[in-house]
């Protein structure tokens, strides 16, 4: 939703700062447009794996340390 919303606010300022835009020059946006969202969902993506991963650690090291202190 927010890559939405940067999405939407990005192609205002385009459209603002650029004042009358070509076709070729709206299209050529668009695509930049398009893959920055692409970028940015990758992002996304790649943060949600992280803080599972780092979830999935910090469980680990819980277990380890619920072990060594059952060992002692």
């Not at 949600?48 to 340390?65: D, G, V």
Request: charged share 10%.
């Amino acid at each position: 939703m927010k890559t939405r919303i940067t999405l939407a606010a990005a192609v205002v300022a385009l459209l603002s700062l650029s004042g009358c835009a070509t076709p070729a020059q709206i299209e050529q946006q668009n695509a930049q447009l398009a893959a920055i969202n692409v970028t940015l969902t990758q992002i996304q993506e790649n943060q949600l794996k992280s803080q599972e991963y780092q979830k999935a650690q910090l469980t680990f090291q819980q277990q380890q340390l619920n072990h060594q202190l059952q060992q002692k």
